[in-house]
């Protein structure tokens, strides 16, 4: 992704500092301080050494991840994210989307406590889910959630249409409906069949990306003409709801009688039934200047609310004291991972591909360019019959030897 950055000549948005919490419904398990050292004591009074073996567990996932961007950079692709996975760490990278986080992490020796407070925080404000998400999916949350993370001045969304712009596609603005195969002078054709604002529409390629997700809860896709058929797979996608609020933080809820002294700007969440939202955070423009400063916390601000569910009245005054605006987005943003024990394939027919099938190993920006890139590989090697470029093994050696 920061490849795609430095290629639109994006700059990074400047970070504001603001401390951490997690909420437990009634009290704060873990709270983040100004100094360095003291967070470490804390992490270790609570729960010994687990962060130090969560960190160690995460990078050795994430070192064998970043094989990826060298098998790319050298042409390579895979047919599958089976094949994707074991390239990367071997039959543990796919044993890695059958089995939950927790079972992971125990199994190396983080505690259950560490796990029930900081892991499933993290995991409610990433996907909204609880622990058992599998263990590829968590670690590239926790990873995400190590501060590494990059964002974009002006808004995540200029990468996009920075991209368009740059690839000088021809955009058609309408919504695509459905694919049907013909077939010319023995070659698959896909007819794409959209509409708009003119009406329905359709139109004749040589190869088709499938980037919406193909199951029930989110598709109204058809494919005709297919044989086999071409069905929705298996799963569902989790709800999340976004609540963006205007407004004075009831401070009081969370054990500051006095608003002036609540120091955090972000909460997480344990998984508490009683709890009604998953995390919250005092959030920044998308363009930050150098006299940005937080609004004080006795101030109105505004904030990001994280739920499952839209917040009623009641709940917003449960958070606020007051509040001037509340903008409500409902989306299906993430897989449900315990909806699905297969991963769907990367390739629906000849030279037609399906690039969502990702977020079923993971779901990120990072993870889709990654299959994106994949895909375009794909499609070029198999287009060219460069068949000693797809799904070849032992690839670390093979990009050595090319060096």
């Not at 993290?122 to 501060?147: D, E």
């Not at 609310?305 to 005054?317: A, E, G, N, R, T």
């Not at 991972?337 to 769907?344: F, H």
């Given at each position: 992704?920061?490849?795609?950055?430095?290629?639109?000549?994006?700059?990074?948005?400047?970070?504001?500092?603001?401390?951490?919490a997690?909420?437990?419904?009634?009290?704060?398990?873990?709270?983040?301080?100004?100094?360095?050292?003291l967070?470490?004591?804390?992490l270790?009074?609570?729960?010994?050494?687990s962060?130090?073996?969560?960190?160690?567990?995460v990078?050795?996932v994430?070192?064998?991840?970043?094989?990826?961007?060298?098998?790319?950079?050298?042409?390579?692709?895979?047919?599958s994210?089976?094949?994707m996975?074991?390239?990367?760490?071997?039959?543990?990278?796919?044993n890695?989307t059958?089995?939950?986080?927790?079972?992971?992490?125990?199994?190396?020796?983080?505690?259950q406590?560490?796990?029930?407070?900081?892991i499933?925080?993290?995991?409610?404000?990433s996907?909204?889910?609880s622990?058992?998400?599998?263990?590829?999916?968590?670690?590239?949350?926790?990873?995400?959630?190590?501060?590494s993370t990059?964002?974009?001045?002006?808004?995540n969304k200029?990468?996009?249409?920075?991209?368009?712009k740059?690839?000088?596609?021809n955009?058609?603005?309408?919504?695509?409906?459905?694919?049907?195969?013909h077939s010319?002078?023995?070659?698959a054709?896909?007819?794409?069949h959209?509409?708009?604002?003119?009406g329905?529409?359709s139109?004749?390629?040589?190869?088709?990306?499938v980037?919406?997700p193909l199951?029930?809860?989110?598709?109204?896709?058809?494919?005709?003409?297919?044989?086999?058929?071409?069905?929705?797979?298996?799963?569902?996608?989790?709800?999340?709801?976004t609540?963006?609020?205007?407004?004075?933080?009831?401070?009081?809820?969370?054990?500051?009688?006095?608003?002036?002294?609540?120091?955090?700007?972000?909460?997480?969440?344990?998984?508490?039934?009683?709890?009604?939202?998953?995390?919250?955070?005092?959030?920044c423009?998308?363009?930050?200047?150098a006299?940005?400063?937080?609004?004080?916390?006795?101030?109105?601000?505004v904030?990001?609310?994280?739920?499952?569910?839209?917040?009623?009245?009641?709940?917003?005054?449960?958070?606020?004291r007051?509040?001037?605006?509340v903008?409500?987005?409902?989306?299906?943003?993430?897989?449900?991972?315990?909806?699905?024990?297969?991963l769907?394939?990367?390739?629906?027919?000849?030279?037609?591909?399906?690039?969502?099938?990702v977020?079923?190993?993971?779901?990120?920006?990072?993870?889709?360019?990654?299959?994106?890139?994949?895909?375009?590989?794909?499609?070029?090697?198999r287009w060219?019959?460069d068949?000693?470029?797809?799904d070849?093994?032992?690839?670390m050696?093979?990009?050595?030897?090319e060096?």
């Amino acid at each position: 992704m920061l490849d795609f950055v430095k290629i639109l000549g994006l700059k990074h948005r400047r970070e504001v500092a603001g401390k951490s919490a997690i909420f437990s419904g009634e009290h704060f398990v873990l709270e983040e301080t100004d100094w360095y050292l003291l967070n470490l004591f804390r992490l270790w009074w609570h729960y010994g050494i687990s962060f130090l073996r969560l960190q160690m567990w995460v990078e050795e996932v994430m070192e064998k991840f970043m094989r990826i961007y060298k098998y790319q950079a050298h042409g390579y692709a895979f047919s599958s994210l089976e094949e994707m996975l074991r390239s990367l760490g071997g039959d543990a990278f796919v044993n890695m989307t059958q089995r939950s986080v927790a079972e992971s992490l125990l199994e190396v020796g983080v505690t259950q406590r560490f796990v029930d407070d900081v892991i499933a925080a993290v995991l409610r404000s990433s996907y909204g889910q609880s622990v058992l998400v599998p263990a590829f999916a968590g670690a590239m949350s926790l990873a995400g959630a190590q501060g590494s993370t990059w964002a974009v001045e002006g808004g995540n969304k200029l990468v996009c249409s920075g991209l368009l712009k740059l690839t000088k596609a021809n955009v058609i603005p309408a919504r695509v409906t459905g694919v049907s195969l013909h077939s010319s002078e023995g070659r698959a054709l896909y007819q794409v069949h959209y509409e708009g604002g003119e009406g329905h529409g359709s139109a004749f390629y040589d190869m088709v990306v499938v980037t919406t997700p193909l199951h029930p809860s989110r598709s109204n896709f058809t494919f005709e003409n297919f044989e086999p058929p071409i069905a929705d797979f298996p799963g569902a996608f989790q709800p999340s709801v976004t609540s963006v609020v205007h407004g004075y933080l009831n401070s009081s809820y969370f054990g500051f009688p006095d608003p002036k002294l609540f120091p955090f700007a972000s909460i997480l969440t344990t998984d508490t039934p009683d709890l009604f939202f998953n995390a919250m955070d005092n959030i920044c423009p998308v363009n930050i200047s150098a006299a940005f400063r937080r609004k004080q916390p006795q101030e109105a601000a505004v904030w990001r609310v994280l739920s499952q569910q839209p917040l009623d009245k009641q709940q917003l005054k449960t958070l606020f004291r007051s509040y001037y605006s509340v903008q409500v987005t409902e989306w299906q943003a993430y897989p449900r991972y315990d909806a699905a024990k297969s991963l769907p394939p990367i390739v629906l027919h000849e030279n037609l591909f399906y690039l969502s099938s990702v977020e079923w190993v993971a779901s990120s920006m990072e993870m889709i360019a990654v299959a994106a890139k994949n895909v375009a590989l794909l499609a070029y090697n198999r287009w060219h019959q460069d068949l000693e470029k797809i799904d070849q093994k032992d690839l670390m050696h093979k990009v050595k030897t090319e060096l």
